[in-house]
């Protein structure tokens, strides 16, 4: 009988090591990876994408597709012509016309397989959802600024074209590895931010910077609405004396229109990425931000 157990057991315990390990998904992600739904065509964020990189899946972060394999097919989802072996699983679909990809870790619905159309020499098109990928820049281009609680700089950042990916964090302090209630005491120095990856060929920095102007209040002074506390604070975290001079001149604009901006300039530091349940925080539970708008400024 003890021994039944302990076989039990030793089952259980290799299924939780084997097993990959979820993302949490939103709605629209759900619809798609787990009950092979489809995007608008021509929505996806990855449409245009032409960076260097891998494309992982979205649920498990299975790596499925590489950037040289992709190609314009004009058909209004991001298409690839090969797969990284062993990483997608080809499927009838039950009316045995069409052939469906599957990531072949955790089985999300990545979308169809089509031969013979010669848009590539591989005469092979993966037609996949950009939904149900997650892309890692070979050379990640990424900028990070703080204005209030990240939930709202991260939903409004989302909605740029030319940004890749928006990751809630701390960054600013001295703190190792902060957590959020370390974070909200205040004594770590880190303000809640978040890290803008971005293509730079569809998207400048000035454009990003004066966007993050537009969609929070710089002139008050380590608070953001109703969120106050120096975690809270308007900073703009440069990595290059480019990216600086950037910031300062978009700040004198802001001060010629009358504007009296708090908006503090840092060296960036180490950036730390918030716990798994901050990030895409309105996509997944639905819902508007509670101190972030759009208000043109320039």
Same mark, same amino acid.
């Given at each position: 009988?003890?021994?039944?157990? =302990? =076989?039990?057991?030793?089952? +259980?315990?290799? *299924? &939780? ?24 065509? @021509? ?7 032409? !960076? ?13 597709? !590489?950037?040289?394999?992709? @190609? ?17 699983? %080809? ?9 469906? +990809? #599957? ?6 619905? =990545? ?14 098109? %993966? ?17 990070? @600024? ?6 709202? #700089? ?5 909605? *740029?074209?030319?940004? +890749?990916?928006? +990751? ?14 370390? #974070? ?11 890290? *803008? ?5 569809? *998207? ?11 969609? %929070?209040?710089?002139? !008050? ?10 975690q809270y604070r308007s900073a703009i975290f440069y990595k290059t004396d480019d990216e600086k001079k950037v910031a300062? &001149? ?14 503090? =300039?840092? &060296?960036?530091?180490? @950036? ?6 901050? !990030? ?5 539970k639905g819902g508007v931000p509670y101190c972030h708008s759009y208000k043109k400024r320039f």
């Amino acid at each position: 009988m003890k021994s039944k157990i =302990l =076989l039990i057991l030793l089952l +259980i315990l290799t *299924v &939780k090591i084997s097993y990959p390990q979820m993302k949490p998904l939103t709605k629209d992600e759900e619809r798609v990876i787990l009950h092979k739904g489809t995007e608008a065509p @021509f929505t996806g964020k990855y449409l245009n994408n032409k !960076q260097k990189g891998t494309y992982l899946c979205r649920r498990c972060g299975n790596p499925l597709y !590489q950037s040289s394999d992709k @190609f314009d097919s004009g058909c209004g989802w991001p298409s690839f012509d090969d797969q990284i072996p062993g990483a997608v699983t %080809h499927r009838k679909d039950p009316e045995g016309i069409r052939t469906e +990809i #599957v990531c072949s870790k955790c089985n999300g619905h =990545l979308g169809h397989i089509f031969e013979g159309e010669r848009f590539t020499q591989k005469n092979v098109r %993966h037609c996949v959802n950009s939904i149900s990928l997650h892309f890692v820049p070979e050379e990640k281009v990424s900028a990070i @600024f703080a204005g209030g609680c990240f939930w709202g #700089v991260e939903h409004m950042m989302q909605r *740029v074209k030319g940004v +890749i990916e928006v +990751i809630s964090g701390y960054t600013g302090g001295d703190t190792k590895n902060p957590g959020y209630r370390e #974070v909200c005491k205040e004594d770590t120095g880190h303000a809640e931010a978040v890290e *803008v990856v971005y293509d730079s060929s569809l *998207v400048s920095y000035e454009t990003l910077v004066k966007y993050f102007f537009e969609i %929070h209040d710089p002139t !008050q002074v380590n608070r953001q609405g109703p969120d106050i506390g120096y975690q809270y604070r308007s900073a703009i975290f440069y990595k290059t004396d480019d990216e600086k001079k950037v910031a300062e &001149k978009i700040i004198s604009e802001l001060e010629k229109k009358g504007y009296k901006v708090a908006t503090e =300039l840092q &060296k960036a530091n180490e @950036f730390w990425p918030a716990e798994d349940y901050h !990030q895409d925080y309105y996509a997944r539970k639905g819902g508007v931000p509670y101190c972030h708008s759009y208000k043109k400024r320039f």
